[in-house]
Nanobody, 118 residues
């Protein structure tokens, strides 16, 4: 499975962006997919995740602003980001197929840059 993110851009604070993560193969069998971000000088952090059963979770700092979803028919995961803040600036990565036994994700995208200006 290869993952390709898109939708990153330079936007002003308060605006919205929608990120997409398209998988080369079927995501139907993948147990979970997630969005991570990494800001300069900071560790990569999990922002949002969605399971194969469409259960979702988001990081507290983006709760109420970000929404994660997946469309198995389109092999795509989305991240809708509203009311963006400068602190949301980061490279956003999608990941798929979480393995609890190793606490790791099997597949990663190359990332898409999101820059929020004040």
């Amino acid at each position: 499975v290869q993952l390709v993110e898109s939708g990153g851009d330079l936007v002003q604070a308060g605006r919205s962006l929608s990120l997409s993560c398209v998988a080369s193969g079927s995501i139907f069998c993948l147990n979970a997919m997630g969005w991570f971000r990494q800001a300069p000088g900071k560790q990569r952090e999990l922002v949002a995740a969605v399971t194969s059963g469409d259960s979702t979770s988001v990081k507290d700092s983006v709760k109420g602003r970000f929404t994660v979803s997946r469309d198995n028919a389109k092999n795509t995961m989305y991240l809708q980001m509203n009311s963006l803040k400068p602190e949301d600036t980061a490279v956003y990565y999608c990941a798929a197929d979480f393995r609890a036994e190793t606490a790791s994700w099997n597949y990663w995208g190359q990332g898409t840059q999101v820059t929020v200006s004040s």
